[in-house]
C-alpha cells in the first residue's frame, strides 16, 4: 500500500480525528471568547450546536444504511446518495460545524472547520479514483449528475422498498455517533465552566 493509500484509509482519518478532537478540547480548556457572554446568546449558541450535532448523527446513520457494506461492490445511487456523492462526509462536517458553536469558541470553530478542508478534498479525490476505476462508465455518468459534497436539494428523493445493509457499519457509525455526543456534552460543559469562572482561560484577542 503505497503513502498516499495509507494517509486516506479509514484507520488513519479515525486516529487524525482523535487527534484534532484533542487539539479542539485543549484549545477549549485554554481559551475564551466573547462568545461566551453568558444569557441568551450562549444559549442560542448551545441550542444551534446541539440541532446540528443531532443532523449530522442522524444523517451519517441514514447513509450508512444505504451504503452498508455496497460502497466498493456497487453504486450506491438512491436516498442520500442521490443528493450528494459523499453524503457520510457532508454530515460529518455538519456535526463538526454544530460542535464549533456549541464549544462558543471561534478558535476551536475554526480548528474543526480547516481540519476539515485541509484533508477531506484529498480524501475525496481518492475515493473517486478509485470508483473510476473499478466502474468506469457508470460512476462517471452518476458523478456527472450528482454532486460531489454540497447535497442538490432539486433532486427528487428516491429509495427502495428496502435495503440490504451491514451490521458490523452501522454498529460502527452508531459508535461514531457516540462520539459526537460525547463531544458535545465536553464541549459544551468546558463552556459552561469557563461562563461561571470555573476554569481560567486566555481571552482570544480577536473575538
Not at 120 to 134: M, S
Not at 135 to 163: A, I, K, N
Request: hydrophobic share 45%; charged share 15%.
Amino acid at each position: 500500500m503505497g503513502t498516499k493509500d495509507k494517509l486516506f484509509k479509514t484507520g488513519t482519518r479515525r486516529r487524525l480525528s482523535q487527534l484534532i478532537g484533542l487539539v479542539a478540547v485543549v484549545l477549549a480548556l485554554t481559551t475564551r471568547s466573547t462568545w461566551l457572554t453568558g444569557g441568551w446568546p450562549s444559549l442560542v449558541l448551545a441550542w444551534v450546536g446541539l440541532l446540528l450535532v443531532a443532523a449530522g448523527v442522524f444523517g451519517r446513520l441514514l447513509a450508512t444504511l444505504f451504503i452498508g457494506g455496497h460502497k466498493s461492490s456497487e453504486i450506491v445511487t438512491q436516498g442520500p446518495y442521490g443528493l450528494t456523492r459523499n453524503p457520510l462526509y457532508f454530515f460529518s462536517f455538519v456535526g463538526m460545524i454544530g460542535l464549533g458553536l456549541a464549544s462558543a469558541n471561534p478558535a476551536v470553530l475554526a480548528l474543526l472547520v480547516l481540519a476539515f478542508g485541509l484533508y477531506y478534498p484529498g480524501v475525496f479525490a481518492e475515493e473517486e479514483a478509485k470508483l473510476r476505476r473499478k466502474h468506469g462508465g457508470p460512476f462517471e455518468t452518476y458523478q456527472q449528475r450528482v454532486p460531489r459534497f454540497w447535497p442538490s436539494l432539486g433532486q427528487p428523493w428516491q429509495e427502495p422498498d428496502w435495503v440490504e445493509t451491514s451490521p458490523a457499519q452501522f454498529r460502527s457509525a452508531l459508535g461514531d455517533a457516540f462520539g459526537f455526543v460525547a463531544a458535545y456534552v465536553t464541549l459544551r460543559a468546558i463552556a459552561e465552566a469557563h461562563a461561571r469562572g470555573w476554569l481560567p482561560a486566555y481571552p482570544l484577542p480577536c473575538c
